[in-house]
């Protein structure tokens, strides 16, 4: 099966399904760092990110709020 017919037959599915197999493969990627390369822009983001967290650390949500928000909003 190519990426083509797994796309289409992964385009049927609920979009909490969906959701679901993104988080899966994200954390496989996430588990295989040594193959993850940054490029400066991304390092850069990165950097920048941090500092506003350093700056105001309450001012975001922690995962499992936003991933109930994503949920809530596409079921």
């Known amino acids: 099966m190519n990426a083509k017919n797994i796309l289409a037959e992964v385009g049927s599915w609920p979009v909490n399904e969906r959701l679901q197999l993104i988080e899966e493969i994200w954390e496989?990627?996430?588990?295989?760092?040594?193959?993850t390369v940054l490029n400066e822009a991304m390092k850069h983001d990165l950097e920048?990110?941090?500092e506003a967290y350093r700056e105001q650390p309450t001012s975001g949500s922690p995962w499992h709020e936003v991933a109930?928000?994503?949920r809530g909003a596409t079921s």
């Open 68 to 70: 109930a928000r994503i």
């Open 28 to 35: 496989g990627i996430a588990s295989a760092e040594e193959h």
């Open 48 to 50: 920048r990110r941090l």
